[in-house]
């Protein structure tokens, strides 16, 4: 997958003590403070967009979203199966 180029710059002003956490992290990670910085930043967004965006639908969609989220959970063979076995926590107790 090709990348886009960086051309866009982001200062901060931050204290010493910040810096030097920054710091720490980022040569934990085996990252440039940049990068780490960067990263953290990007993962942080992807987590607090998706709650926080916008869709429009028309009525008749919006009748349906509705409708989906009262009806009741669908329950499959599957998962009433994992709820009846012991987790894998409980079986190491025995």
């Known amino acids: 997958m090709p990348t886009a180029t960086r051309t866009e710059k982001l ?13 720490a992290a980022a040569a934990a990670a085996q990252r440039s403070v940049s990068e780490f ?3 953290s930043a990007l993962s942080r967004a992807e987590e607090t967009l998706p709650d926080r965006r916008r869709f429009g639908l ?4 919006w009748a349906a979203f509705q409708a989906a989220l009262d ?3 669908r329950v499959g063979t599957r998962l009433k199966k994992l709820l009846r076995e012991p987790s ?7």
Request: proline share 10%.
């Open 37 to 39: 910085v960067l990263e």
């Open 58 to 61: 028309d009525a008749e969609q």
């Open 88 to 94: 894998v926590f409980e079986r190491q107790r025995k």
């Open 11 to 23: 200062d901060l002003r931050l204290t010493p003590s910040a810096k030097r956490t920054l710091q």
């Open 71 to 73: 009806a009741p959970p």
